[in-house]
């Protein structure tokens, strides 16, 4: 069974930075795409960003492209978003989660239904 933990997440003003971490249990996790999924109150599960298994893939939304960066770490099974410039409206409960499919690299890894495994999740506030 795979085990996700979050972490990093807080209470920030607009404009300041976050980092949030995903320890993935397992021997397995270099070999799977990686995501970040944020629900903010109230609304469904959004897409915020995924890198593939090989990391020569990274997606983004729109509404945080150019702000926010996935990376990971296969050597400490963590992955990694970088959050910068945050704004109010990035207030959500941030999940990371990991691919169904090994060595996968599509552009589906922008939809939910390409995970298999989810955190419990990591809350960030930004407050304006």
């Known amino acids: 069974q795979v085990q996700l933990v979050e972490s990093g997440g807080g209470l920030v003003q607009a404009g300041d930075s976050l980092r949030l971490s995903c320890a993935a249990s397992g021997r397995t996790f270099s070999s799977y795409a990686m995501g970040w999924v944020r629900q903010a109150p109230g609304k469904e599960r959004v897409f915020a960003a995924a890198m593939s298994w090989s990391g020569q893939r990274v997606y983004y939304a729109d509404s945080v492209e150019g702000r926010f960066t996935i990376s990971r770490d296969n050597a400490k099974n963590t992955v990694f978003l970088q959050m910068n410039s945050l704004k109010p409206e990035d207030t959500a409960n941030y999940y990371c989660?990991?691919?169904?499919?090994?060595?996968?690299?599509?552009?589906?890894?922008?939809?939910?239904?390409?995970?298999?495994?989810w955190g419990q999740g990591t809350q960030v506030t930004v407050s304006s």
């Open positions: 989660a990991r691919d169904r499919r090994a060595y996968y690299s599509g552009n589906d890894l922008t939809g939910g239904a390409a995970y298999a495994y």
